[in-house]
């Protein structure tokens, strides 16, 4: 997969996230006109948030006050909360709406402290290169659909290069390819390689 494709990926995983930030901050304005109350409570948690932040980095509060702003803050969530569901607004109304809730649309996600690819990401790209392979029929192409009546029981040595007919090569084939799949995670088994002049099927 080319650096191309991914980072073309990561702009519109950047581009989603924006669109749902927005999204966010449209319903937020809207529910700040019908409940302003809303509006003062997430004033006064930002302000206590940055209030408990200077006071730790300047050290100029003890844990008493610090375990007072804390209390503040909890206090005014719940009271948020009790606002939300008294308006039949779910308790998530008033965060972004993300598509993937594991990586939260950034397409990356922390693990044993290392930034990894979350599984939608790892999707997408599997969706690309599966399509670029004209492997997406494969709901109609496969072996459930096998029709091996259109393959000829007339053994021709001189045509074929083969002493079998040509349904029962393609029976060998079909079986052998069965088999690899069934032994597809066996380190120790064989691959296939299909092999032939271009537009044979």
Do not use: H
């Not at 349904?167 to 079909?174: A, E, F, S, T």
């Amino acid at each position: 997969m080319s650096n191309e494709i991914l980072n073309s990926l990561l702009k519109e995983y950047q581009q989603k996230r924006l669109n749902k930030e927005l999204d966010l901050d449209r319903r937020k304005q809207n529910l700040y006109k019908l409940i302003p109350r809303l509006e003062e409570i997430d004033t006064e948690l930002n302000n206590f948030a940055i209030s408990t932040a200077k006071n730790i980095l300047n050290n100029s509060s003890n844990s008493s006050d610090i375990e007072n702003l804390k209390q503040k803050m909890s206090d005014l969530k719940k009271e948020k909360e009790l606002i939300l569901l008294k308006n039949n607004y779910n308790l998530d109304y008033l965060k972004p709406f993300f598509e993937c809730k594991i990586c939260n649309d950034t397409g990356f996600v922390l693990e044993n402290n290392k930034n990894i690819m979350c599984n939608c990401l790892k999707q997408k790209l599997l969706d690309i290169s599966f399509n670029k392979s004209n492997m997406y029929n494969l709901k109609k192409e496969n072996f459930t659909n096998f029709n091996e009546f259109i393959f000829s029981d007339d053994v021709d040595l001189s045509k074929y290069k083969f002493n079998i007919s040509p349904r029962k090569n393609i029976l060998n084939i079909k079986n052998k390819c069965l088999e690899f799949i069934n032994n597809f995670e066996n380190s120790d088994y064989k691959n296939l390689l299909f092999i032939g002049s271009t537009g044979l099927r």
